[in-house]
């Protein structure tokens, strides 16, 4: 058995370096290279037309132009969907771009209209000199890349929880309904990192039930509550501004995020047992029934956390890559079967037979994943 | 939102100090090698044999009995489960972890191959038992799903409905079933907990049944226990004792198929209505069992083992009333005989102010329906019936026994 000891440790600077870099939407790959080249992506509600298919590897340079209706994401996955890289949140008529630094290989692009599913997929082969990672350099390359995915979705967490806030203080129920599981997507993908956060979890995060006696019930599910069971956003205001407020802090600590791989590994089983002991029963939106919102989001985070690592993993144990692969994708798979327009259908809405379904596909999943600390440990 | 368990960022440092301790595996200790009263494997019961122990195995006091459905289509998947199965139910049987590697001497970043709420217990007589349901060989909407609907014994088909029944699905059926006896409930929960923990992903659970205490006796060498209605319940049941008898009323046999050897097994969770019955008057309650509830003689006979005597009249009226329990489930009445393997349970409280109790009954036969249907049909007119309400049921073969250390649950319907 190999110690491993070195690497267990944060890959440090390198990661709160790139952090840094990666405000706006905009995130790089790695390393500091400047993209010798701008690729145009145009992305409409129904189309993703990419420049080109085949590159050079290197660093490059994405343009997403947003045409269509609706806020779009655009992706660049390696194998097993390993995020390499994306822009989130791309509104309508805005357009942002993506540094990348993307090795030989097989890649797919994506862009998401509406933010949801699969989306639409590009081939794109990039050819030229391939390097092996060491062990060590892969597990450091998984922090790397995993922390500018929480770097990026705390940053669109931001400016979502800003429209949500927005429309809660202007009092506008029915859009306020309607942001309100969008903005908890993107605190769902990375829960765990929040709740290692001391008291920002609950402050954002809690239900009426996990409030102690004398203390001040704060967050999302406050004004979920509002939105849904009164209808009454007149006392409101305070709670939306704290939110807000906390949030930003979240998104302030986040730059202080010291990773470790195991970490990663934990925290994507970590996501998983949230949805089994909260989501998949329906508790966590009592009010709004937007469960199944989180049950994506928690899949989503999961599935970036074992991403990032699936190189690793690749090599310590091949069978399970491919398990996980096809396990992520079962689930997934189940739940996409109750979309509806850009999100869910209601939790209410779901026989038992049918979340038994997703809890089924759910175990199965998390059985594989709970081997992924071994996996990178040993 | 909820407090983490694990720490999301503390294990910088961890690393290597618990890593080294991988690999300790093949120690394999047994937990019976453990435990402090020195138990040997003396109260462990042989797993290996021509018929699958816990049948006529001597019942155990305690039962948590399980039904799963699988969830996988794959009929490879589906061996490969049942073969581990087999490994584990061996091991956990003499008393050992559940995996090769144990509950303690594992890799530090796996999660262990055994629970451990069993280390330090004794083996205490644990028998593992495994069943199939009817939906295994056909899916209720006709489907084959691991090519064995051919193999599906005329015999195994779900039970006709019977009159008075309250069943609900949800804890109804199931495509497999583990029954897992012991004498010490931790031992049993143990080891239907691992079962499920290593298919996970592959079967569900689709409902499952504690038994707190056995209300019947399976051998001539057991004390017959008490139900909840405080009678002696098991006293004329088929005993081990009676190779001859098993041979007609409970083991299949000259069929031919992979179930010769096996036995067919009925559930039944019977809630009694314990706050009805304890209103009736003594001799009610007797003239309903149709034994008394003191010694547990038939009415008209002196002591528990007496024969029953259904000639035998007091005051001009049969002795053992014809509405009677014992009178209907009786061979000479019923004209079959079944081995009855039941469990008291106390699931809480019904919302009612009434305690959710009753008995788990577990029967073992041949055919179910020359067994158990054939009894039920002639307890139809039971006064027993208006104290019990059936609420769930379920039907599995029981596939001979493993018969060595290369053999698994289900060879002959897979192999
Ligand atoms: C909660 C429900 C039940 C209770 C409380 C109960 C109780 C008893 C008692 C006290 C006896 C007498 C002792 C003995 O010989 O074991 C007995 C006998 C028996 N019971 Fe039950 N029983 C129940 C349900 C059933 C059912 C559902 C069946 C089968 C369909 C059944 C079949 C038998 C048979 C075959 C005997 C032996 C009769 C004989 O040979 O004398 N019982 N039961």
């Known amino acids: 058995m190999r110690a491993r000891r070195t690497t267990l440790v944060a890959a440090g600077a390198a990661a709160l370096a790139l952090l840094a870099a990666c405000g706006g939407g905009t995130s790089a790959g790695s390393g500091d290279t400047e993209a010798s080249d701008d690729i145009t992506v145009a992305a409409t509600d129904t189309t993703c037309d990419v420049s080109t298919g085949d590159l050079d590897a290197g660093t490059h340079q994405f343009t997403v132009t947003n ?118 997507t993107y605190y769902e993908r990375i829960e765990p990192v929040a709740e290692s956060f001391g008291d920002l979890d609950p402050k954002i995060d809690a239900r009426e039930n996990d409030v102690e006696e004398g203390d001040t019930w704060t967050g999302f599910h406050v004004l979920e509550r509002d939105l849904w069971s009164t209808g009454d956003l007149s006392q409101s205001g305070p709670v939306a501004d704290q939110l807000m407020t906390d949030v930003d802090d979240l998104a302030t600590q986040v730059q202080t995020l010291d990773l470790q791989p195991l970490a990663l590994a934990n925290g994507a089983l970590e996501l998983l047992d949230e949805i089994a002991a909260s989501k998949v029963t329906g508790e966590e939106e009592r009010y709004s029934h937007t469960d199944l919102w989180d049950f994506q989001a928690n899949l989503d985070g999961s599935q970036a956390a074992v991403t990032s690592l699936r190189p690793a993993i690749a090599a310590a144990d091949p069978d399970l890559a491919t398990a996980l692969d096809s396990a992520f994708a079962a689930t997934q798979a189940e739940l996409a079967q109750f979309a509806a327009g ?14 038994q379904g997703l809890s089924d596909s759910l175990n199965a999943l998390a059985a594989q994943v709970s081997q992924v600390p071994a996996a990178i440990a040993g | 939102m909820k407090l983490s368990r694990r720490d999301f960022f503390g294990a910088a440092g961890v690393g290597a100090a618990g890593v080294v301790a991988l690999g300790a595996g093949g120690l394999a200790v047994g937990r019976a090698a453990t435990t402090d009263e020195g138990t040997t494997t003396a109260d462990a019961v042989e797993f290996h ?46 008393g050992q972890d559940a995996g090769p590697v144990g509950a303690v001497a594992g890799n530090e970043y796996a999660p262990p191959d055994d629970t451990g709420e069993a280390m330090g217990l004794p083996p205490a007589g644990l028998t593992l038992t495994i069943g199939f349901g009817p939906t295994l060989f056909r899916t209720a909407d006709g489907t084959d799903r691991f090519g064995i609907a051919d193999r599906q014994p005329a015999e195994l088909v779900e039970l006709p409905a019977f009159a008075g029944d309250e069943l609900r699905p949800e804890i109804s059926g199931g495509d497999l079933c583990i029954q897992a006896c012991a004498d010490d409930p931790q031992v049993a929960v143990h080891a239907v907990r691992n079962l499920a923990r290593i298919g996970q992903g592959l079967v569900g659970v689709r409902w499952s049944q504690l038994g707190f205490g ?12 008490r139900n909840l209605f405080g009678f002696k319940d098991g006293t004329d049941n088929l005993k081990a004792q009676q190779p001859a008898t098993l041979d007609r009323f409970v083991w299949v046999s000259g069929t031919g198929s992979w179930m010769d050897g096996g036995s067919y097994l009925v559930s039944r969770r019977i809630r009694m209505l314990v706050e009805v019955w304890d209103r009736q008057n003594l001799r009610d309650q ?37 509405t009677s329990h014992v009178f209907l489930a009786h061979p000479t009445n019923s004209g079959t005989a079944i081995l009855r393997r039941g469990y ?40 027993l019936n208006e104290y019990v309400q059936h609420t769930s049921s379920a039907v599995f073969a029981c596939p001979p026994g493993v018969t060595d250390e290369d053999d698994w649950w289900g060879s002959g319907l897979f192999g």
Not at chain 1, 150 to 169: H, I, N, P, R, Y
Not at chain 2, 292 to 311: H, I, M, N, Y
Not at chain 2, 355 to 376: E, I, K, M, R
């Open chain 1, 67 to 184: 045409s269509g209706s609706s806020v779009t994401e655009f992706y660049v996955y390696a194998e097993g969907d390993r995020i390499m890289g994306e822009v989130e949140n791309i509104a309508p008529g805005v357009a942002r771009s993506l540094v990348v630094e993307l090795p030989a290989g097989d890649y797919q692009t994506a862009c998401k209209p509406g933010m949801v599913g699969d989306g639409i997929r590009n081939a794109l082969t990039v050819t030229g000199e391939s390097q092996q990672l060491s062990d060590d350099e892969q597990l450091q390359a998984a922090v790397t890349d995993y922390t500018r995915y929480v770097g990026s979705q705390v940053t669109a967490l931001q400016e979502q929880t800003q429209a949500f806030v927005d429309a809660v203080k202007a009092g506008d129920v029915a859009q306020a309904q309607a942001l309100y599981p969008v903005a908890r």
């Open chain 1, 342 to 355: 850009d999100g869910f259908v209601l939790y209410t809405a779901l026989t038992p037979e049918q979340v």
């Open chain 2, 49 to 94: 044999g021509d018929h699958q122990a816990g049948v006529v195995t001597p019942a155990q006091d305690r039962l948590h009995f399980v039904a799963f459905d699988v969830i996988t289509d794959d009929r490879d998947q589906l061996v490969r489960l049942l073969q581990a199965w087999t490994d584990a139910a061996r091991r956990m049987t003499r």
């Open chain 2, 214 to 225: 056995r209300t019947s006796s399976t051998s001539s060498d057991q004390t017959t226990p």
């Open chain 2, 286 to 322: 007797q003239q309903t069992i149709g034994r008394t509830k003191g010694s547990g003689a038939p009415l008209g006979r002196t002591a528990e083992f007496d024969p029953v005597d259904f000639t035998a009249q007091v005051d001009g009226e049969p002795a053992v009333p014809p």
């Open chain 2, 344 to 383: 008291s349970f106390v699931d809480g409280s019904d919302g009612l102010g009434r305690l959710d109790a009753g008995l788990f009954f577990l029967c073992y036969q041949s055919d179910p329906a020359t067994g158990f249907v054939q009894v039920q049909r002639n307890l139809r007119t039971d006064k």
